[in-house]
């Protein structure tokens, strides 16, 4: 347990640990940003000027809403008066559509001018006026594909500290395996890639039906041949207000869950043996811990790997400006080692219908 631990920490996690990211020398290119909303008024009227404010010098900002109930329409219609590079669409409602994120995202698509497309979702901001020019900015001849990393806001409670910690934690293990050569997601409100990788991929064609699936199941369609960077630098971050009950975060994590079942069998086999050895790897270290003859040696090889990891693995999320979690990381990993099966098996047989 201590050997796969320990190539986990050093030939994937180190990757993120000391990747410095390299300023582009490409010339910045015109990006359409497009964002799939649904009754997203509040949210468009306090984020939409920090997306339309950007310091870039092309693009466009095109909001998709889908059969929404709000005033959404006259808040882009009055944004619309103030920006010349805001554009929208109003899906109407319709008993024949299902008010699902891939068709506004697929409309979006169809709608942009430019070739390179920048995703982010309603409830977003970015955290500078930077924040398109880091995301874009990894783009290049060879690099279709950009991920970045969307935190949540920092507020009071356990549940809040968990949510974040969940988030931080996933963008540490996709960043590490896309620079380990196996991407296998991104976020959605945070992401970016070509038009024409997006019609080559033929979109979201074979997973349409599943409510979630643009931010990973594409990734693992699309992402080929070291088309793909990633952005780390903190300008680049757009930030999301996180769940504020267990019931509703449970209800995010199912519709994440969705997917799952459809990812490549190396992937899932991968993504599942470091939880499961590092559980083995606690309680043969108990079980040791009772045998005077091994307990030197066992000491001694658990302190080796908890320091190694804590030290590596820490540093991932000083990455991320993630500072607050490395403290307490070796205690966190087990807990939600522990923990994040318990919501998968617990999410398991619900319906994911909601966007």
């Known amino acids: 347990m201590v050997v796969l631990q320990l190539a986990y920490v050093l030939f994937i996690y180190a990757r993120l640990a000391f990747y410095k990211q390299k300023p582009t ?4 290119p015109p990006v359409s940003i497009i964002i799939a909303a649904r009754n997203e008024a509040d949210n468009i009227y306090e984020n939409l000027p920090l997306i339309l404010d950007q310091n870039y010098p092309e693009y466009e900002v095109i909001v998709v809403v889908n059969q929404s109930t709000d005033e959404s329409k006259y808040i882009l219609e009055a944004y619309q008066q103030q920006y010349a590079n805001l554009r929208f669409t109003i899906i109407e409602k319709s008993k024949h559509l299902r008010p699902g994120k891939k068709l506004s995202v697929n409309i979006g698509i169809k709608a942009a001018k430019h070739e390179h497309l920048v995703f982010t979702d309603a409830d977003c901001r970015p955290v500078s006026k930077n924040w398109l020019k880091e995301i874009a900015s990894q783009f290049s001849e060879k690099k279709e594909i950009v991920l970045g ?37 991104g976020v959605g409100r945070n992401m970016g890639y070509t038009k024409t990788l997006f019609n080559k991929a033929n979109g979201f064609k074979s997973h349409y039906s599943l409510p979630s699936g643009d931010d990973d199941l594409f990734i693992q369609e699309a992402a ?13 971050f757009a ?9 509703a975060w449970i209800r995010q994590k199912t519709r994440h ?27 043969f270290f108990i079980t040791l811990m009772f045998n005077e003859e091994f307990r030197l040696l066992t000491l001694a090889v658990f302190g080796f790997i908890f320091i190694i990891k804590w030290v590596i693995q820490g540093r991932c999320f000083y990455k991320l400006n993630e500072k607050s979690f490395v403290a307490f990381f070796p205690i966190s990993d087990l807990f939600y080692a522990i923990l994040s099966p318990v919501i998968y098996y617990t999410s398991e047989n619900k319906t994911p219908n909601r966007w």
């Open 239 to 247: 930030e999301s207000e996180p769940e504020k009950t267990w019931s």
């Open 224 to 236: 080929k041949k070291k088309n793909y960077a990633i952005s780390i630098h903190p300008d680049g």
């Open 149 to 185: 990393y969307g935190p949540y806001s920092v507020k009071k409670g356990f549940l809040n500290k968990l949510i974040r910690f969940d988030t931080a934690w996933i963008a540490v293990t996709y960043f590490s395996f896309a620079l380990s050569k196996l991407p296998y997601m």
């Open 25 to 28: 020398t490409s010339p910045l």
């Open 257 to 283: 869950h969705s997917t799952s079942e459809n990812y490549q069998v190396i992937k899932k086999a991968l993504l599942g043996i470091y939880p499961l050895t590092l559980l083995l790897l606690y309680l």
